[in-house]
């Protein structure tokens, strides 16, 4: 393996942080006409449990997912001989076991942890993936490494601090979040507080915070989002709204993005579980360093800012009591964007995976009903950044702060976890 600083153009900042070691074990798997990897097949039936019937919306489907492929990889991974540190355990393996029988009951016995009330459901999707694996020693023993990295996956995120009390806390000062319309709904503050996968505190890269509301910046901020932003827009072009409205799809479209490449870039089954668990971990720590940041500073929302304008001291901010936003304002602080924390995330761990930014893909969105294409990671960062802003719901730095955030948990990781053994 050779060592070489990475520089990725991904929230304006080196993703390593330093000199970081490329993967150059990846290779395209030789086999194109091979059975469908496991790895994707579980990751769609997790689609299935998490969001089309659990309805986890994306803060809470990070837990989940990071969850399901963390016991994935260990499993996989254990079986493969350990080529790469495991995340939490390599049960006794040595190459003979069922790998599809192991990938199924990972991600089954997680699953039926995470939703008891979907088992009948899953177990019937359980059983068909057993099915298809002829009986004996090799798939009774893939089924006991399965199990065995479920287990512990399942007891790491014991009292993990999911679904916690805790709430955002309501200001009455220019500056501090109050619940927006139209549902002036809270939700999601214990996020913030819960234990992550990856990173040693959900704090570790804390920010200096959000512009004073007398600066330059602030001024700029404001009056870009209140200009593109407004739901009645005259700035904002068609593909603009269609790129947040995109971007703004609860069903994410990174999901299919993850399986697509997995698929056009032919991995093996050991190559897509450890991609998937690098970006799904990533993902939700950055989520969780989000979260936190979200509820240290309790930032006000464009909406709440534009239609309180008036009372900032800020001779330069005009105050808009009728505003609104093209798209809802989700239920919890500005600052920093959750989405580009989460997005910076993945496309830093997929840039990182695959050694390069040049990979195309695509995505689509009930929501808004197209597909966008992308060129690279870097291109799908950089949109998301702005669609925050073109749907009016995020001021740039929040989200430009959020992208940095991501790219730092993802350096974290790939200078601590997932490492090829030497």
Not at 10 to 38: H, K
Not at 75 to 93: D, E, K, R, T, W
Not at 210 to 221: G, W
Request: net charge neutral.
């Amino acid at each position: 393996m050779r060592r070489k600083a990475v520089w990725l153009a991904i929230a304006g900042v080196v993703v390593a942080g330093s000199t970081v070691e490329l993967d150059s074990s990846f290779a395209y798997a030789s086999d194109s006409r091979r059975p469908t990897n496991s790895v994707i097949v579980w990751d769609s039936n997790a689609q299935t449990a998490i969001w089309d019937i659990a309805g986890q919306q994306p803060q809470v489907q990070a837990r989940s997912f990071a969850m399901v492929h963390g016991a994935i990889y260990d499993a996989v991974n254990a079986i493969a001989g350990a080529p790469y540190q495991p995340y939490l355990i390599a049960p006794s393996a040595n190459g003979t076991e069922s790998t599809n029988a192991a990938v199924a009951t990972a991600g089954f016995r997680v699953l039926d942890a995470l939703f008891p009330d979907q088992q009948v459901r899953l177990k019937a999707q359980y059983d068909e993936s057993l099915a298809a694996i002829p009986d004996g020693t090799a798939k009774r023993r893939g089924i006991i490494v399965g199990t065995q990295t479920a287990s512990a996956m399942i007891a790491a995120r014991q009292n993990d601090g999911a679904f916690g009390s805790q709430s955002w806390t309501v200001g009455t000062r220019p500056g501090q979040w109050q619940p927006t319309p139209p549902a002036f709904a809270s939700d999601g503050a214990w996020v913030g507080y819960l234990k992550p996968f990856l990173i040693p505190s959900a704090s570790m890269f804390r920010t200096s915070g959000p512009p004073s509301l007398t600066s330059s910046r602030y001024t700029r901020d404001f009056n870009e989002v209140k200009a593109i932003g407004s739901a009645t827009s005259t700035t904002r072009t068609a593909d603009q709204t269609q790129a947040a409205i995109w971007w703004h799809d609860r069903h994410l479209v990174e999901w299919e993005i993850k399986r697509q490449l997995a698929t056009t870039q032919r991995l093996n089954t050991l190559q897509a579980a450890r991609m998937f668990a690098m970006v799904d971990l990533a993902e939700a720590d950055a989520t969780t360093a989000c979260y936190n940041e979200k509820g240290a500073w309790n930032f006000w929302r464009p909406v709440t800012a534009i239609q309180l304008a008036d009372t900032d001291g800020n001779p330069k901010t005009v105050a808009d009591p009728g505003w609104m936003p093209l798209l809802v304002t989700p239920p919890h602080p500005d600052f920093t964007s959750g989405h580009t924390c989460f997005t910076a995330a993945s496309m830093s761990a997929l840039a990182y995976f695959f050694g390069r930014d040049d990979i195309s893909f695509s995505g689509y969105s009930a929501a808004s009903g197209t597909t966008r294409y992308f060129r690279g990671f870097s291109q799908a960062l950089a949109e998301v950044v702005n669609a925050r802003v073109w749907g009016g719901v995020h001021t740039r730095t929040a989200d430009e702060q959020g992208a940095k955030i991501g790219a730092q948990v993802t350096a974290y990781m790939v200078a601590h976890y997932f490492k090829p053994k030497r």
